[in-house]
């Protein structure tokens, strides 16, 4: 066998089994290569999108265009899904709302982020969010920070305020709320 011929070892490494040098092209991911397609493969990949959860009609939207289906493919699907009622804006940031809250104790200024992020236009934001009346928020957030004071011995009272006040503001909860709710928390406390 002669390497004669320029190529390097090629033709050895493939003889003996050698592995072969990658290409220094990196392959693209699933995720970033261009799919497009057909209706139907848009149809399907909305189904199964929706089997995991309710999602709103601009998260399709961004995820088919993102998978690269054309403009009018992704229009004409999401029209004929919110059509049949399997894509409903109003019902998707009424259960996001119910969910959030309940089981994350977020508050109604996190929420609104949380749907304007999903593309929930601000009239539909603000029905679903009215459903959260005040004195369910502030109890919400007292049992956030009944749970916390429960876990923790208070060494240094302030800190332990400073604390409690920033959990329930990156919660959502105003600063007034947050300040007024952990001052009772503790005093039931007797901290």
């Not at 799919?35 to 149809?43: L, M, N, P, S, W």
């Not at 593309?119 to 679903?128: H, K, N, P, R």
């Not at 369910?136 to 009944?146: F, H, K, P, S, Y």
């Amino acid at each position: 066998m002669s390497f004669d011929d320029g190529d390097n070892g090629e033709n050895a490494r493939e003889e003996y089994g050698a592995p072969r040098r990658r290409s220094r092209q990196r392959s693209e991911k699933p995720s970033q290569r261009a799919e497009g397609g057909t209706e139907a493969q848009a149809k399907d990949a909305c189904l199964r999108l929706l089997t995991d959860r309710a999602r709103s009609r601009s998260e399709l939207e961004t995820k088919l265009s993102g998978r690269g289906f054309e403009p009018e493919i992704i229009a004409k699907v999401l029209d004929r899904l919110q059509e049949i009622g399997l894509i409903d804006d109003a019902d998707f940031a009424n259960q996001w709302v119910h969910s959030r809250h309940t089981y994350s104790g977020k508050g109604k200024r996190a929420l609104a982020v949380e749907l304007r992020l999903k593309g929930i236009d601000q009239d539909t934001a603000a029905e679903a969010l009215s459903q959260i009346d005040p004195e369910d928020e502030r109890e919400r957030a007292a049992e956030l920070v009944r749970r916390k004071l429960k876990n923790k011995p208070v060494d240094d009272r302030d800190k332990v305020t400073r604390r409690l006040v920033s959990m329930l503001a990156r919660k959502g909860y105003s600063a007034g709320m947050s300040y007024e709710v952990v001052k009772a928390e503790m005093a039931a406390a007797e901290l």
